[in-house]
């Protein structure tokens, strides 16, 4: 049986932060899904396609990794693809106690569901999404918190 992992998220957009920890997994799995989620409470900068597609751009030629939308429960993806495993990255004790009990609540549902945190490595440890968001609608170069251009 492979080892399938996925690393859900918005993404809105993937930073180097988000690049950083799927390289360093991708030795442990054989497979990791980046799931693209869709939350109605939400308002993105970047459509989903966007957001796929910087993502793709990103990973462009790495066989491993693969990369698809989905809605509803993190859970139920898990068992529509096959995933064991949860890849989440963490930059400090706030994401770690968020994380924690999104995991917990995670293995309730699936007891055969295991949850990998990777810690986040110091250079990116300061990056997140709504960063370079912040940054990219007041005009300011954000390139270099992303891997690749955005719009």
């Keep these: 049986m492979s080892k399938i992992a996925l690393f859900p998220?918005?993404?809105?957009p993937i930073t180097n932060g988000h690049v950083d920890i799927v390289q360093r997994a991708v030795h442990l799995f054989d497979k990791i899904i980046i799931g693209v989620g869709q939350n109605a409470n939400k308002k993105y900068m970047f459509s989903r396609k966007e957001r796929i597609g910087f993502i793709e751009k990103a990973f462009e030629g790495v066989e491993e990794i693969e990369v698809m939308q989905f809605e509803g429960l993190t859970v139920d993806f898990c068992k529509k693809i096959g995933a064991q495993f949860i890849l989440r990255g963490l930059r400090n004790p706030a994401d770690f106690e968020f994380e924690k009990a999104i995991a917990q609540a995670n293995r309730m549902m699936d007891h055969e569901l295991e949850t990998v945190f990777l810690l986040t490595d110091p250079?990116?440890?300061?990056?997140?999404?709504?960063?370079?968001?912040?940054?990219?609608r007041n005009g300011g170069d954000a390139s270099i918190f992303?891997?690749?251009p955005i719009g």
Excluded: L, N, Q, T
């Design 9 to 12: 998220g918005s993404f809105d």
């Design 123 to 136: 250079e990116f440890a300061a990056i997140s999404s709504s960063i370079v968001r912040d940054v990219h």
């Design 146 to 148: 992303v891997p690749v």
